[in-house]
Structure formats: structure tokens, C-alpha cells
T-cell receptor
Framework: AQSVTQPDIHITVSEGASLELRCNYS??????LFWYVQSPGQGLQLLLK??????LVQGIKGFEAEFKRSQSSFNLRKPSVHWSDAAEYFC????????????FGGGTRLMVKP | NAGVTQTPKFRILKIGQSMTLQCTQD?????MYWYRQDPGMGLKLIYY???????DKGEVPNGYNVSRSTTEDFPLRLELAAPSQTSVYFC???????????FGPGTRLTVL
């Protein structure tokens, strides 16, 4: 069975600084990987996804993520954080033979200092 | 398209009461899911459905029931509410073969 670990429960960055949120997954074959963002009181919105091909994936709101098979990682990055990026971020992994199931990490809460 | 809609947004229940959380999607997705979200625990799958008339248990099904009589609707039933069911509940839907899921805005449930 697949699993996802997000090692950082909370991260605080200054506005304008760069951001990297870590995600490590466990799965025997090539996974489908996702990053979702949840603003306070809202549902989850898809930021980006990786199915195959180019390992650097561009998403909405200026985010990108890189799939590194050798490290079983799919870290999320943004070069310059805005105050509106404060939210909770979830990494998720799916398997192409698992009936569309997703396994979510525990989430990373991002706080942005002015 | 409204996407995935959930009602109610908030609800307070007393122990032992029952209620149904409603979920509707207008994207003609065959897959639908119910999750609960507890602080620091990510999302845990309660039940899912691969199409009308077909449902199956997820990771944490105890205390809940579901039905799927149409493609659009996937209600979640709590029969005897317990304080452990205090949580935020999310409904999601998806298409066959993509794993991508589209989420509703959630229902915040408190059981006192």
C-alpha cells in the first residue's frame, strides 16, 4: 500500500522569500502525485499533478514541483511567497491500479510573515 | 458548473442523534468519496463509490453509512452520533483513470 509523509507540520516564511515544502512517498511503481492547497474554512484545491513525462511540473499560483524517483520525493516550490499563500498544503499519491484512490499526507501549514 | 456541493456547511449534533450530510456533483464523475479531516491527520477515507449502486468501505467506515442511487448524489449518514465523529467532512468526485479528485467546501460537524 502507498503512503505519504510530509515531514514539516508547520513552516513560517517571510513574504517574498522562497518556499519548499517536502513530500516523500512510498509506492512500488510510478505513482500519480498531487499537491492540494486548503485555505482556511475552504475545501481542497488542486495546485498541480504529476502523471508521467517531464519531472518538473508547473501548477497554478506560481507553484512548481519536481518528481525525484531516486529520492521518492515530490517537493513543492515557489520562488517568492505572497501573504495570500498562507494555507495548509497536502501532498497525495495515487496508484494507476488502485481504483482512483488517493492517499494523503498529514499536511503542512504555511504561515507568511509580513 | 457548480462542481461538488455539500450541505450543510455547519452542524451541531447531540450524542445519539442522526443526520445525513449531502453531496452532489454535476461533472458526471463516476467516482465519489467521503473523507474526514482531523487536525494534523490529513484526510482519511470513509467510504467511496465507483458508480450508482456500488459503494465500498474506506479506511474509517465505522459509524457511517452511504448510498449512491444516482451518479450525482452521494449522501453520508451518521446513525448514532458520537463525540469521536466531530470533524470536518469533505466529499470529492473523480473520473475513471485519472486519480485527480475534485473537492466540495466541507461540512464542519460538532457532536456534543
Amino acid at each position: 500500500a502507498q503512503s505519504v509523509t510530509q515531514p514539516d507540520i508547520h513552516i513560517t516564511v517571510s513574504e517574498g522569500a522562497s518556499l519548499e515544502l517536502r513530500c516523500n512517498y512510498s509506492y512500488g511503481a510510478t505513482p500519480y502525485l498531487f499537491w492540494y492547497v486548503q485555505s482556511p474554512g475552504q475545501g481542497l484545491q488542486l495546485l498541480l499533478k504529476y502523471f508521467s513525462g517531464d519531472t518538473l511540473v508547473q501548477g497554478i499560483k506560481g507553484f512548481e514541483a519536481e518528481f525525484k524517483r531516486s529520492q521518492s520525493s515530490f517537493n513543492l516550490r515557489k520562488p517568492s511567497v505572497h501573504w495570500s499563500d498562507a494555507a495548509e498544503y497536502f501532498c497525495a499519491v495515487g496508484a494507476n491500479n488502485a481504483g482512483n484512490m488517493l492517499t494523503f499526507g498529514g499536511g503542512t501549514r504555511l504561515m507568511v510573515k509580513p | 458548473n457548480a462542481g461538488v456541493t455539500q450541505t450543510p456547511k455547519f452542524r451541531i449534533l447531540k450524542i445519539g442523534q442522526s443526520m445525513t450530510l449531502q453531496c452532489t456533483q454535476d461533472m458526471n464523475h463516476n467516482y465519489m468519496y467521503w473523507y474526514r479531516q482531523d487536525p494534523g491527520m490529513g484526510l482519511k477515507l470513509i467510504y467511496y463509490s465507483v458508480g450508482a449502486g456500488i459503494t465500498d468501505k474506506g479506511e474509517v467506515p465505522n459509524g457511517y453509512n452511504v448510498s449512491r442511487s444516482t451518479t450525482e448524489d452521494f449522501p453520508l449518514r451518521l446513525e448514532l452520533a458520537a463525540p469521536s465523529q466531530t470533524s470536518v467532512y469533505f466529499c470529492a468526485s473523480g473520473m475513471t483513470g485519472s486519480n485527480e479528485q475534485f473537492f466540495g467546501p466541507g461540512t464542519r460537524l460538532t457532536v456534543l
